[in-house]
């Protein structure tokens, strides 16, 4: 379908009051519309103001030392799906993911999983056999242009990559294997930089 | 034409559009929650991409997960189904912003069909005649009880949003208006995130009748006869017959031919439903547009051969309809039975569970749309529909001769379900004359209703 003149996004049914349900109107629909438009334009920052609300997206500049995934997806551009579709090869990416549970002689041992439909990038500060505890961020999966955090369900070892950079994951999905650790206090995650 | 589908719906709808994506050779993906891993059509799917948890919130009706999901799998379009996000406008637009298109009217078009009230001033204002009610939204309750004095008792209270019974309360005197008005504006708010109300004068013995209509974008819109769906319980379909026995031929026809008029002038677009209440002197009244595929659409497929899926994709391809009413021949008679798992005798409490034993009927003039199969477990998140049988033969009397053979052939066990409510149906007489109201059964008692029915017959 080709591209058609972008049009202003609806007002959300809300009052200036900012009960919850606005906010997770706010969040859920409004911003993720707004990021595609920012995206799809050349625009370096986008505001909105309305009914007493006011936003203002501003596009993210890549810098050194950003995880290598996020500079992966184009100069200037922080995030555009159709490009990366074609990047990542969609089919192939998600033939490993089709329906169902994992097997019954599925590996027992625990893993993090995908909080969201995304692109997964793991955390560029992270290698096999760092030792993190339950609740470290081990990574993000990227659900139009918003950012959810991979986590760790327990003390461990990181093990095996078990999605790669960039490639498009489905809730649920394990995407970093932990092992046993043998002592969880030693060691912790750098933080992210950028 | 589109290449990929993403499927944003579950159940039989979802293995519904999925056999128009077949047939139409274009590729169908199929969004699912973890409680629908084993689903009917996430086994037949192209591809399959769990979206969320079992709830709702974070898997169907989650905007952002949806159209993330389409995107991750390289999809050009959603087809939303029915319920979840499919009349939302904000969506529609995402959607769009992301170069995608929603199977369905365009943002703008939903948008100017959000409202109830908004819609029934501005389809009266192209000559379809209103139930009388308030002007605008209630403001407060001294507001709702000068309006409900106005319009005169008993009132009907109504949510602006959302659909299905939920949040409507019909009241007969000041203190009932009172008291409701507190339990309406919480069950709307939490069924639809807002919680105006609006009042109408309540009509005794009504009929529900509605009628299909197909618009394209180009302003060429035809409607495809109407259905009646006055048996209910609680606001709530339970069978759905075309034509309507509670009209005239002619009668329906003038009906038919006002609606589609009416949405053409207003610049409504794609596949919708207008409905109206019919009173005993047989005068209808407008109430609601649903801006999406019903339920109940196979009732009208049966009669006039179209697939109203492929009509929706078609024209959110921006192709032209290609046809005239004239070309639209509505052959014979057609009712559709909802199999929910539901006990009937227990206030319809829903049901779930595994399958155990599952057999659909079949022969002439019968199609039973179901995502069922022996050993599938039946998830206690959702609605309760199992299934829809139609069947449909060349008049009234042998479409519903045909429907008492089908009944007693299908063999569901495992799961309650309401199959001797509508065995118990077709033994009705009110029914059988083509006499049902809407409020008929809430009168009656479902449960009285089902115990005067004779036992179906065992089948092997």
């Known amino acids: 379908m080709a591209d058609r003149p972008v049009r202003r996004p609806p007002a959300p049914a809300t009052d200036p009051s900012g009960d919850a349900a606005a906010v997770g109107r706010l969040a859920d629909e409004l911003l993720p519309a707004l990021i595609a438009r920012l995206e799809a334009s050349t625009l370096g920052e986008l505001e909105i103001r309305r009914n007493g609300w006011h936003v203002r997206l501003r596009r993210a500049t890549l810098e050194a030392g950003q995880p290598e995934a996020r ?8 995030h555009v799906a159709a490009d990366q579709v074609a990047a990542t090869g969609r089919s192939a990416a998600l033939a490993a993911v089709g329906p169902g549970l994992p097997g019954k002689g599925a590996d027992r041992r625990p893993a993090a999983l995908s909080p969201a439909v995304g692109y997964f990038s793991p955390l560029a500060s992270l290698t096999a056999g760092t030792a ?6 081990l990574g993000h999966v990227d659900v139009l242009g918003v950012r959810q955090d991979v986590v760790a369900p327990a003390d461990g070892v990181v093990g095996r990559y078990l999605a790669e950079t960039g490639q498009a994951v489905e809730y649920g999905q394990e995407l970093v294997r932990l092992e046993a650790g043998r002592d969880p206090s030693v060691a912790t995650i750098p933080a992210e930089a950028g | 034409m589109f290449e990929r589908i993403l499927i944003a719906n579950r159940g039989e709808i979802a293995l519904r559009i999925l056999r128009t994506c077949r047939r139409m050779g274009i590729g169908a993906v199929v969004a699912y929650s973890e409680a629908d891993r084993d689903t009917r059509a996430v086994q037949l799917a192209d591809e399959a991409i769990c979206v969320g948890p079992a709830e709702a919130k974070r898997s169907y009706l989650s905007a952002p997960a949806i159209l993330s999901a389409a995107i991750v799998t390289g999809c050009d379009a959603i087809h939303p189904g029915y319920g979840f996000l499919s009349e939302d406008d904000t969506f529609a637009e995402m959607v769009r912003a992301h170069s995608l298109t929603f199977i369905g009217p365009s943002a703008e078009v ?13 389809l009266a204002s192209h000559g379809l005649p209103t139930v009388p009610g308030s002007a605008e939204m209630l403001r407060d309750d001294a507001d709702a009880l000068a309006e409900a004095e106005r319009i005169g008792y008993p009132v009907l209270i109504k949510p602006s949003a959302g659909g299905g019974g939920r949040g ?17 504006r919480s069950e709307a708010r939490a069924a639809f995130g807002d919680d105006s109300l609006y009042l109408e004068k309540w009509l005794e013995e009504t009929r ?3 009628v299909q209509v197909i618009v394209d974008r180009y302003g060429h819109g035809v409607h495809v006869g109407e259905r009646d769906c006055s048996v209910q319980r609680r606001h709530q379909k339970l069978v759905e017959e075309s034509p309507s026995p509670a009209l005239s031929p002619e009668a329906n026809a003038e009906l038919c031919r006002a609606a589609v008029d009416a949405v053409v002038a207003a610049g409504y677009e794609n596949v919708g439903t207008l409905e109206f209440l019919v009173d005993q002197a047989g005068k209808a009244y407008f109430i609601e547009i649903n801006c999406r595929i019903q339920v109940e659409h196979p009732v009208t497929e049966m009669r006039s051969g179209l697939d109203f899926v492929a009509e929706q994709i078609r024209i959110a391809a921006g192709e032209p309809l290609g046809y005239s009413q004239a070309d639209v021949v509505l052959r014979g008679h057609a009712v559709e039975f909802r199999i929910n798992a539901e006990d009937v005798a227990h206030d319809f409490r829903p049901q779930a569970g595994e399958v155990q034993r599952y057999l659909a009927p079949g022969g ?12 599938y477990e039946v998830p206690p998140f959702y609605d309760s529909l199992l299934g829809k049988l139609v069947v449909w033969g060349p008049d009234r009397p042998s479409a519903l001769a045909r429907a008492r053979g089908v009944l007693d052939e299908v063999v569901l066990e495992g799961l309650i379900t309401n199959l001797d409510f509508h065995r118990a149906l077709l033994r009705n007489e009110t029914f059988i004359e083509g006499a049902f109201t809407t409020n008929l059964l809430d009168r009656i008692g479902s449960a009285a209703f089902v115990s005067s029915a004779p036992r179906p017959q065992a089948v092997g």
Not at chain 2, 168 to 184: H, I, N
């Open chain 2, 110 to 122: 939903l948008e100017r069909f959000a409202s109830k009230a908004g819609t029934r001033h501005l």
């Open chain 2, 364 to 375: 002439p003039g019968v199609r039973m749309d179901s995502h069922l199969y022996p050993a």
């Open chain 2, 168 to 184: 409507m309360r019909m009241v007969r005197s000041p203190r009932e208006l009172e008291q409701a008005l507190t339990v309406c």
């Open chain 1, 132 to 137: 993190v505890r339950s609740g470290d961020v």
């Open chain 1, 71 to 78: 500079g992966r997806r184009g100069v200037g551009r922080p």
């Open chain 2, 208 to 210: 529900h009748v509605e």
